[in-house]
């Protein structure tokens, strides 16, 4: 509250003591800066907000006398080393989990556009990444994809993805978000109890 109370007395004194209302020269830059402040509290705001009651969500255990939802896992990665994003992949191929597990390492590193740039030594590291990183899926059985360009970055390598999904849930994790091996069984119970629920987003810890 004493946080809330100092950034707000902060903004009217901003406002009243501070703007140079009488310089049309300066006013323009002072009200850019201004509104930036304001911008950049009323986030800080909203975080307390948010952050006043949370909320302690019990695992909901995997109703298994029904049939599971299919689980498809999609790791986007672009530069990331290999000792980055394999222990990553080497945890998605282990997961524990009572029905079928899909995983996809959706490489943007590996395009057409980036294996064939003009500067000839960058194409050569894509080209040693992408064949190391392709090896390395087959050593663990998952699913290696790429795409002809990178439109839209993670964004767009993730709808390219789901193109070629067919999973009942999509797991999306970073390249270096390691998961536990029980990921999958403390959170698809949440979509089984809530079959409108649209997504669960998890603390990066778990």
């Known amino acids: 509250m004493t946080g809330a109370f100092i950034s707000l007395r902060y903004i009217w004194w901003r406002y009243d003591n501070t703007l140079p209302w009488e ?42 006398s029904e049939p599971v939802p299919t689980v498809d896992v999609f790791i986007p990665t672009y530069n990331e080393p290999l000792h980055v994003v394999g222990p990553t992949i080497a945890a ?44 390395l899926c087959e050593k663990l059985d ?22 070629h999904s067919q999973g009942d849930l999509i797991l999306i994790l970073d390249a270096d978000h390691v998961p536990s091996r029980d990921f999958l069984v403390n959170t698809v119970g949440q979509f089984q109890q809530q079959p409108s629920l649209g997504f669960v987003q998890t603390p990066h810890f778990l």
């Open 23 to 64: 310089s049309h020269l300066d006013i323009p830059f002072a009200l850019a800066l201004f509104i930036t402040e304001i911008y950049g509290i009323t986030i800080y705001l909203m975080g307390m907000i948010v952050n006043v009651k949370q909320h302690d969500r019990a695992i909901i255990p995997i109703d298994e």
């Open 92 to 135: 998605a191929a282990q997961l524990h989990y009572p029905g079928q597990v899909t995983v996809w390492v959706l490489d943007d590193g590996g395009t057409a556009q980036k294996l064939n740039v003009k500067d000839t030594a960058a194409a050569k590291e894509a080209r040693q990444r992408t064949n190391a990183l392709k090896a």
């Open 142 to 163: 998952v699913n290696y994809l790429t795409r002809p360009d990178n439109s839209h970055a993670k964004a767009g390598n993730i709808n390219h993805a789901i193109k």
